[in-house]
């Protein structure tokens, strides 16, 4: 199976067909009350599917209706041509693409469904047992259709093969993996039964990854596991006091208290959400303030927000999108961030109370990943201008004219990003991919952390950096600066692919 981060498709071969009657999927029957049962069949030679469902809706508190599933963990998308057969009895009989939690009739779920009269929209229901709601697509009568989980966002399209197919969502929910991916059919009057045919059934889901969260300790050149998880865990920090971490998973920010080996995620709720937290984020150097970068039912673009160390008081610090936060000057005056505009990524500073944005880079083909160093007299950063991926280093106002004031600091074979100094300013820390690596989207084994000295924050130039630790990692590692408070130990992520089977 790839390591690669984007979306492994799992087109419904041949060979997966033969493993059992259900092609892809691994299970089927009906939920709820159904008085006529419902059937499944997977038709190898015309490859379709053609489920019978009965049931008196999905709607409600309640659900009834005839389902084929699979269980997943992560983002996933399902497609499908969709056509009822005969004319039927009840107008409001559904064909649905589905994501839901369980099997109860009263389960957290999301689906696009196709109703026999044409109408087709989003329906959900975000608590168990309360009531279902849905959005309408603009899209009557649709041949396919297409749903998407991107963490707890559904979103989901209709169309026709031959025109753009318009989008409705997204809407924002609480999943806990695994969940339920599936096709079903729901007959709208549970005195009868319906039958709708799935064709071109494709599914496309992430890799399964457990995270294990490490701290290497300089001194003892020993490489502990703190914390281990289901799922991709990203980008710890280091609490100014040294008693936790903060990370990033499934778009909520968690604290990790350290010290404990029973130690559990512990969410932080930030004010005025929903948010859509990605692996930028870090604490000011004074600990008493957070900064992160998130989409928002406003901007489905990342932003950079400012908010008190407990998640109160967030405030939008960059309008313009997309833009993700790296690093806090140390006088806690600005923000460091990367944004794309005009198409190209450059880096930016913005006040942390408040103001336009400033442009620090012009020349560079891609920017990125900018860090202060602890007396604040530069700015640290990766970038490919040049060719491949190295770490430069520029002032705190900018590269000037002509991005004339970059220095570049490494150049060699590996591809390197995210510098991270330490609070003492005599090490720096980065991250180095294969040669090669076009981007840093991606995890995969012979990952490097790499290490240069320092001093007092000025990296040496020309000094051979020293590799610390050879891993399975990438993407979400160590984006942001992940050392401890004492210089002594960072933190980073390392992760197992896991071979997705049945349950």
């Known amino acids: 199976m790839s390591s690669r981060l984007g979306r492994l498709c799992v087109a419904l071969a041949a060979a997966l067909w033969g493993q059992n009657n259900l092609g892809w999927f691994e299970g089927h029957g009906d939920i709820g009350t159904n008085p006529k049962p419902g059937s499944a069949v997977y038709e190898a030679a015309a490859g379709q599917y053609r489920i019978t469902g009965g049931g008196a809706n999905i709607w409600g508190t309640q659900d009834a209706f005839h389902f084929v599933w699979r269980r997943v963990s992560g983002d996933a998308t399902l497609s499908a041509d969709i056509a009822f057969e005969a004319q039927g009895a009840d107008p409001h009989r559904k064909a649905v693409l589905m994501v839901r939690q369980d099997l109860t009739p009263g389960s957290v779920y999301a689906d696009i469904a196709v109703h026999g009269d044409g109408l087709t929209s989003l329906q959900y229901r975000t608590a168990a047992g309360g009531p279902t709601a849905e959005m309408r697509s603009e899209v009557k009568a649709p041949t396919r259709v297409r749903l998407e989980r991107r963490g707890n966002r559904i979103s989901v399209f209709a169309g026709n093969r031959s025109e753009e197919f318009k989008a409705t969502g997204p809407q924002v929910m609480t999943f806990t993996d695994p969940v339920y991916v599936g ?32 701290i290497f300790d300089l001194e003892k050149k020993t490489n502990q596991i703190v914390y281990s998880g289901d799922g991709i865990i990203e980008a710890p920090n280091w609490s100014r006091d040294g008693k936790w971490l903060l990370v990033n998973s499934g ?29 930028d984020h870090d604490l000011s150097f ?50 460091a961030f990367v944004g794309q505009r005009n198409g190209k990524f450059e880096l930016y500073r913005v006040p942390a109370d408040g103001g ?40 705190p106002n900018g590269a000037g004219p002509g991005d004339k004031l970059a220095e570049q600091i490494t150049n060699d074979a590996g591809e390197d990003w995210f510098p991270h100094l330490s609070p003492n300013g005599r090490h720096m820390a980065f991250l180095s991919f294969p040669a090669g690596t076009a981007g840093h989207n991606d995890r ?13 924050g000025r990296v040496k130039l020309g000094a051979e950096p020293t590799v610390l630790v050879t891993f399975f990692g990438g993407q979400g590692s160590i984006n942001v600066n992940s050392w401890s408070p004492d210089s002594k130990r960072f933190a980073f992520v390392e992760y197992e692919l896991v071979e997705e089977t049945a349950k």
């Open 183 to 214: 096709i079903g059919v729901s007959s709208h009057n549970a005195d009868v039964v319906e039958t709708a045919v799935f064709k071109n059934v494709q599914v496309q889901v992430a890799p399964h990854y457990l995270s294990k969260i490490r």
């Open 251 to 279: 778009g909520s920010l968690f604290r990790l208290p350290l010290g404990t080996a029973s130690a559990q995620l512990e969410k932080i709720e930030l004010q005025g959400g929903p948010y859509r937290c990605n692996n």
């Open 286 to 335: 004074d600990g008493r303030r957070l900064a992160f970068s998130a989409s928002s039912p406003n901007s489905r673009a990342s932003q950079v927000y400012v908010a008190n160390a407990d998640g109160t008081d967030v405030r939008l610090a960059t309008p313009a999108a997309p833009s993700y936060f790296h690093g806090w000057s140390p006088d806690g005056k600005w923000l």
């Open 356 to 395: 336009p944005e400033q442009q620090l880079t012009s020349a560079g083909a891609y920017d990125d990943g900018p860090e202060y160093s602890p007396d604040g007299k530069w700015i640290y950063f990766n970038s490919n201008r040049g060719g491949g991926w190295n770490i430069w280093r520029m002032p």
């Open 444 to 456: 995969m084994p012979g990952m490097l952390l790499r290490m240069l000295p320092a001093s007092s």
